[in-house]
């Protein structure tokens, strides 16, 4: 299923992706620093949500409190606890 999140105190604006069985496919940043967050993309492709989760969860950015990984992790435990209330 696809998913987009719109991400709060990071530059980039926006974070869609895909999860299909628990697995994270495609994901595609909108602002933000393009170079990482490709590399954030083809890094986490083909991984277990959990799995980015306990990776990203807690990274910050430039004093900041969060960065895009981190909203990531964020977007992904929103939707995996919306799957586990269905």
């Known amino acids: 299923m696809n998913y987009s999140y719109k991400t709060d105190g990071t ?3 926006l974070i ?5 069985d628990g697995v994270v496919k495609n ?3 909108t602002g933000g620093c393009d170079g ?3 590399a954030i993309g083809k890094l986490v492709e083909g991984m277990k949500a959990e799995e980015v989760i306990k990776c990203c969860k807690g990274i910050s950015c430039s004093g ?3 960065s895009c990984g981190d909203q990531l992790a964020t977007a992904l ?3 995996l606890a ?5």
């Open 11 to 13: 530059c980039s604006k």
């Open 16 to 20: 869609e992706f895909s999860l299909e």
């Open 27 to 29: 994901v595609k940043f």
């Open 36 to 38: 990482n967050l490709k």
């Open 64 to 66: 900041r409190p969060t």
């Open 77 to 79: 435990y929103q939707v």
């Open 82 to 86: 919306e799957e586990a209330d269905d």
